[in-house]
């Protein structure tokens, strides 16, 4: 990605040339931290013909890999911002957070985890946190754990079996478009709060989507709306406002980095990539590790198979007088995964919308730790310097081989091992790509880590 600055605005102007025939002019607005841009994101294209353009964060462990502790920071850095703004005080340890974030140096990043994890945010009204799938599930799940007094839920694109959920909305940019929310009604048949959690707001639809069908519902005075990013035009706030005098609402918007945007080129509606890894032969161990005897099971499924879903994931709705058995609970299977590790520069992977129990556990498993996930969502990868995607792979959900995942930027012979998190039981058969994929970035070991099994008995290994 090439970067080019205006003299005229000094910092605040930046052209970022993704392709030849594809660019955006940005103009920065609102920069609270006095960050800048190269430590948020670094540009992608989109295999997308509604959207051609990705914002590809630094600090979030989807696309990119990074020491997981610098994603919880990320998330933290957003609830002091959305704290001190809501309650009109300053958190004291704000600057030294921020510097941990940002590190290179793994003890200042962990002494600056160990400041947030002190920090006890109170906010009045018991707010509910929401986290748009799939990418903010575990930005928002992260946000909630600085909160003293909410509680917490991420939208979903799984459909239940036998049950209705009680939010239906659209994403309307995305890939996969329809988003689900299956909390119980009793949590959100109220007046409180709502926060809405996401990584990037281009255009706000999908959060003014939301908003409006919670309120046709659970009507009440004030939303707010977290992202690291905010790129809406005056037209789209100016569409916030009309929705405020409408319905009779606030909304509060918190962000880090927020500005204009303008979009130049064409979109990509079919990449010109091979996302299938290379026939590359070498020796391949994998180990199966069940961590099903540590969660809690719930009582849906989906209709494809009948291994239920766990609670810990926020999927259902948590509180915070869950917060302190989960962190046990991650950090007892962070022992057993870490005292498993044959490796030292090791890969771990979150699937999908399972993104916040592996990148907690990641960040207790010891020195070495890289961690980032799959998504849904196809972008182009092009090899060359200073362009956020520089290969990629896909593979068909072992979970569901209706969905494709992809993964990207995981170079050739970078990790001697990999853990791979599920959250329901997958066979052997329907990790083939996987291996291939493996083999073919000289992985040597692969983990698959399943956190729900079709019967919970007790851990065992199962050695390829």
Request: with cysteine; proline share 4%; net charge negative.
């Amino acid at each position: 990605m090439k970067t080019t600055t205006t003299s005229t605005y000094c910092q605040t102007r930046h052209k970022l040339q993704l392709l030849p025939n594809m660019a955006i002019d940005l103009a920065l607005s609102e920069n609270p931290l006095n960050l800048s841009i190269d430590d948020l994101f670094i540009m992608a294209a989109r295999v997308n013909k509604k959207r051609g353009f990705l914002f590809v964060s630094k600090l979030l462990g989807k696309h990119l890999p990074l020491r997981p502790l610098q994603s919880l920071l990320t998330s933290g850095l957003l609830a002091i911002e959305y704290f001190e703004q809501i309650s009109g005080e300053q958190v004291e340890t704000k600057d030294a957070i921020i510097k941990g974030c940002f590190s290179e140096d793994p003890q200042e990043i962990q002494k600056a985890y160990n400041l947030l994890s002190g920090l006890k945010l109170i906010l009045k009204n018991d707010p509910l946190i929401i986290g748009f799938a799939e990418t903010a599930t575990s930005l928002g799940h992260a946000f909630f754990d600085c909160m003293e007094n909410a509680g917490y839920i991420h939208t979903t694109r799984e459909e239940i079996k036998g049950r209705e959920p009680v939010l239906n909305f659209k994403e309307e940019h995305s890939h996969a478009v329809n988003q689900f929310c299956y909390i119980d009604v009793h949590h959100i048949n109220n007046k409180k709060p709502i926060v809405l959690i996401d990584d990037e707001m281009t255009t706000g639809k999908t959060s003014l989507n939301i908003i409006r069908n919670i309120h046709s519902k659970f009507p009440r005075e004030h939303y707010s709306v977290v992202s690291i990013l905010d790129w809406r035009s005056k037209e789209n706030k100016q569409q916030f406002l009309q929705l405020e005098r409408e319905l009779g609402i606030k909304i509060h918007t918190v962000s880090l980095m927020s500005g204009n945007i303008h979009f130049s080129g064409e979109t990509i509606e079919k990449a010109e990539y091979d996302y299938q890894p290379k026939n590359r032969e070498s020796e391949l161990h994998v180990e199966t590790f069940n961590l099903a005897p540590l969660f809690t099971r719930t009582h849906y499924v989906s209709g494809k198979d009948d291994i239920p879903y766990i609670k810990e994931t926020g999927r259902f709705g948590i509180s915070s007088d869950d917060k302190e058995a989960l962190d046990a609970t991650c950090a007892e299977a962070a022992d057993y995964l870490k005292r498993n590790r044959k490796g030292n520069k090791t890969l771990c992977l979150g699937t999908g919308e399972l993104m916040y129990l592996p990148m907690k556990i990641a960040s207790l498993m010891g020195e070495g730790v890289l961690y980032h996930s799959t998504t849904r969502s196809p972008i182009l990868p092009i090899t060359k310097t200073g362009y956020a995607i520089q290969n990629g792979f896909s593979f068909l959900n072992p979970e569901d081989d209706a969905v494709i995942h992809y993964v990207y930027n995981i170079p050739k012979d970078e990790y001697d091992e990999m853990f791979i998190f599920f959250e329901k039981e997958v066979a052997e058969d329907r990790i083939k790509e996987i291996k291939q994929m493996a083999k073919d970035r000289g992985i040597g070991i692969v983990n698959i880590v399943m956190f729900s099994t079709l019967e919970r008995g007790v851990d065992g290994v199962q050695n390829d």
